[in-house]
C-alpha cells in the first residue's frame, strides 16, 4: 500500500490518483494484480477482479490541510488513514 495517500488504498488506484491534477476526470481500469490480486473481498468483488472506477478529483490537499479538516471535520477523511499526504474529497465507482 502507498501511504502517502493514506492506509488501505490499493496499488492501482494510487498510481492513477498521483498522475490527476484538480479538475481532472477519468474513467480507471484497474487490474487485479494491481488491486487484491487472488484476494476476495467479498461475493461482489471476487479474486482476480478488474476494478473500473470513474473517479473526479474536486480538490487536492496537502498533509496539513488534510490533517486540520480532518481534525475540524470539514471534509470527508478516510477513517482508516491518519497521515494522508493528499485527499481526494471525492471518488466515485461505477
Known sequence: ????LGNGVITGM?????TMQKGTKAFMFIPSGMAYGPR??????????ILIFEVEVLEVLTKAQALAASANKTAPVNKKST???KLIKKVKKK
Open 1 to 4: 500500500n502507498d501511504m502517502s
Open 14 to 18: 494510487a498510481s492513477a490518483l498521483k
Open 40 to 49: 476476495s473481498q467479498s461475493a461482489e468483488l471476487p479474486a482476480n477482479s
Open 83 to 85: 497521515t494522508p499526504k
